[in-house]
């Protein structure tokens, strides 16, 4: 079992080294088989508005901070020596001040959430509502953007199939499907373990 587990973790380090861009926390990466729950949203705690839901995404989002890579790892990434330094609390290691695509994607999507109970988030008037409507709408787009881009770059080929019901002429799609996911809890582990602080809350100056 030991060795079965072992070969299996290399294979999937070599396949995400081989097939995505890179990153620190590729050995942070499991996978497996998820079937998606097509509930329109009952019973999760990210749909809605209101503190619990915000609680709800700011753990998997907006709490996990920010992590370090170092000059050689900028080298790999392509990204000008400019950039924005820090030092990792725990390791002591100096190096660039990095953000997991994730949890930026997750930002927008909660973003998005929030537009779509204006009003609450409006009467609250933080973050994103506080800057007026033309800010708020160009974020928007952003975030439109981003997650269009990312979804067309993952090019998701799992199928589905229809079904029909009873006096309706039009079929159904059944997204009660199964899909090879990513495991979260993994990740957001591996990016907590190695978080250099959140700069939007500024509990972390920079180097």
């Known amino acids: 079992m030991f060795v079965s587990a072992f070969f299996t ?28 729950n097509n509930t329109m949203g009952e019973g999760s705690p990210y749909v809605g508005s209101g503190p619990e839901v915000d609680k709800a995404w700011h753990a998997i989002s907006y709490d996990i901070g920010d992590q370090v890579i170092t000059n050689e790892e900028l080298d790999i990434i392509g990204m000008p020596k400019s950039h924005l330094r820090a030092v990792h609390p725990k390791t002591g290691v100096e190096g660039y001040r990095v953000g997991l695509e994730v949890f930026h994607q997750l930002h927008c999507i909660n973003l998005l959430r929030q537009v779509t109970y204006k009003d609450y988030y409006t009467k609250l008037g933080n973050g994103n509502f506080a800057a007026g409507e033309e800010e708020l709408q160009m974020h ?23 079904y029909l019901l009873e006096d309706d002429p ?16 993994k990740v957001r582990e591996w990016a907590l373990d190695n978080s250099v602080g959140n700069m939007e809350r500024g509990d972390v100056s920079p180097n």
């Open 9 to 36: 973790r290399a294979t999937t380090l070599l396949h995400v080294k081989q097939f995505s861009a890179y990153s620190p926390a590729a050995k942070a990466v499991e996978y497996n088989k998820v079937k998606f």
């Open 140 to 162: 928007t787009d952003h975030c439109l953007e981003i997650l269009r881009l990312n979804v067309q770059c993952n090019a998701d080929v799992g199928v589905f199939t229809f």
């Open 170 to 185: 039009l079929p159904w799609p059944e997204l009660d499907s199964w899909h090879q996911c990513r495991n979260f809890d």
